[in-house]
C-alpha cells in the first residue's frame, strides 16, 4: 500500500517509520522542502535523536507524492491543519482513507481536526482518527505502545488498525470519532494545568485530584458533544491525560510549569519554543464549554490564568473553596 505522512515533525516521522516497518511505501512530506531534503538525505530526524529512518522511508517536500496514495495521515500542528487539507484535496479520491493525529480545536470554528478534513476534502473520502497514549521519541524506539483508531465508518478504522498494527503499536478500533478527538484537544489543556501546579511547587495529591476531576470535566462536555464515555476511560482519554501531564515530552506540562513559576503564557510558550496547543484549546474549550452550558471549572480557570492575567495560586485556592459536591450524585460521572 501507498501511504503519505504530512508533517515530518516527530510525530509524522514516527508514524511514517511504524508504517516503513509494516513494509508499506512509505512517503514523509514537509511543507518545508529544505527540511525535507535534509531528511532525506541524513536518514534522521533531529527531534528524535539517535533514530536512523528505515531504508524504505523517503522524505520529500513535494506534494504531488499523493498520487496514488491509500492511506494519508496528516502529523502537522492542528493550527496548519486547514491549509494542509487544502493542500492534500487535489490527490483524494473516495478510495482514500485519511488519518488525522493532530491534537485541537480549530480556532473561531471550534472545529474538530476530522471536520475541518472533511470540510476541505469536499467529504468525499473516509476521515479517521489515531490518538492514545504516544510519545513520538518512544515510537520510533520501537516501544510497545497502544492507541485507538476512530471511525464512524468501521471498515476504514480496521483498514487505519491493519495498516499501523504490528508488535510495538498495537491499535484498537472505535467508532467514537467525536471522544477520541475531543479527549486528545483537552488533555492539552489539562497537561498545562499539571504543569501549573509543578511549577508551583504543589504535590503529587494535587496532580492526581486535578486530573481526576479533569476528567470528570472532559467525560462532561464530551457526553454533551455526543461522544460515548467509555472512550473517556479509553486510552485516547484516561490513557492520554495519564501520559501527557506525567511527562517531560510534553510541551503542554513545560509551558504549564513556567507559568506557575511565574512567566505569563507568551513568555513560557517562547521558551518552550514549539507549538503549545493546549493554549489555543483552552479557549476553544471555554467557548464550547459556555456554548454546551457544561461546568468546567477546572478549564474555566487555566483560561482565566492564560487569556485574563489571573495568578495561578489564586486559582487553586478558588477550586478548593468551591460550593461542597457529591461525586457520585453528579450529573455525569465515568
Ligand atoms: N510529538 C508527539 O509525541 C505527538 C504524539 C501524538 C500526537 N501528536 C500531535 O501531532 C501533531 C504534530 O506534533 P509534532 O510533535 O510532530 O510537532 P512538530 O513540531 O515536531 O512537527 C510539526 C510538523 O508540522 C510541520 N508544519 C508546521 N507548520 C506547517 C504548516 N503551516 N503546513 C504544513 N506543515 C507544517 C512542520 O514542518 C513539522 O514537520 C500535533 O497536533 C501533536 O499534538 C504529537
Known amino acids: 500500500m501507498k501511504a503519505i505522512v504530512l508533517g515530518s515533525g516527530a510525530w509524522g516521522t514516527a ?9 508499506h511505501e512509505t512517503w514523509l512530506w514537509d511543507h518545508n522542502a529544505q527540511r525535507a531534503a535534509e531528511v532525506e538525505k541524513s536518514r534522521v530526524n533531529p527531534k528524535l535523536s539517535g533514530v536512523t529512518l528505515p531504508e524504505g522511508l523517503r522524505a520529500t517536500g513535494d506534494i504531488a507524492c499523493l498520487t496514488g496514495a491509500e ?28 488519518v488525522t493525529v493532530s491534537k485541537g ?28 497514549p504516544s510519545h513520538a521519541e518512544e515510537v520510533s524506539r520501537r516501544m510497545p505502545t497502544g492507541c485507538v483508531a476512530a471511525c464512524s ?9 491493519d495498516a499501523f498494527m504490528n508488535d510495538y503499536f498495537r491499535i484498537y478500533t472505535s467508532y467514537d470519532i467525536v471522544g477520541v478527538e475531543l479527549s486528545a484537544a483537552l488533555k492539552n489543556v489539562i ?72 512567566k505569563t503564557a507568551q513568555e513560557a510558550m517562547a521558551e518552550v519554543g514549539a507549538v503549545v496547543e493546549g493554549y489555543y484549546a483552552a479557549e476553544s474549550v471555554w467557548q464550547l464549554a459556555r456554548r454546551e452550558g457544561v461546568e468546567m471549572p477546572i478549564c474555566q480557570c ?6 485574563q492575567g489571573k495568578q495561578a495560586k489564586d486559582v487553586v485556592r478558588e477550586l478548593m473553596t468551591r460550593a461542597k459536591k457529591d461525586e457520585l450524585l453528579e450529573k455525569t460521572w465515568m
Do not use: W
Not at 508514524?15 to 513494509?23: F, H, M, P, R, T
Not at 465508518?153 to 488498525?161: C, E, N, P
Not at 510541551?251 to 511565574?262: E, K, S, T, V
Not at 487555566?302 to 487569556?307: C, D, F, G, N, T
Open 15 to 23: 508514524l511514517a517509520i511504524v508504517l516503513a516497518d509494516n513494509g
Open 71 to 98: 492511506l494519508v495521515v496528516c502529523a502537522t500542528p492542528s493550527i496548519a491543519v486547514r491549509e494542509t487539507g487544502v493542500k492534500m484535496a487535489p490527490y483524494i479520491s473516495k478510495d482514500t482513507v485519511v
Open 105 to 132: 480545536i480549530e480556532r473561531d470554528t471550534n472545529l474538530r481536526m476530522s471536520e475541518i478534513l472533511q470540510e476541505t476534502t469536499g467529504n468525499i473520502c473516509k476521515v479517521a482518527a489515531l490518538s492514545g
Open 153 to 161: 465508518d468501521r471498515r476504514a478504522a480496521r483498514f487505519v488498525q
Open 191 to 262: 497537561a498545562l494545568s499539571c504543569g501549573v501546579c509543578d511549577g508551583l511547587g504543589l504535590g503529587d495529591n494535587t496532580k492526581a485530584l486535578l486530573m481526576t476531576r479533569a476528567m470528570a470535566e472532559i467525560t462532561r462536555l464530551g457526553e454533551d458533544m455526543g461522544g460515548s464515555r467509555r472512550t473517556f476511560g479509553g486510552l485516547a482519554g484516561m490513557g492520554d491525560l495519564i501520559v501527557t501531564c506525567t511527562s517531560m515530552h510534553s510541551r503542554n506540562r513545560r509551558a504549564g510549569i513556567l507559568i506557575g513559576q511565574g
Open 302 to 307: 487555566i483560561y482565566e490564568v492564560l487569556y
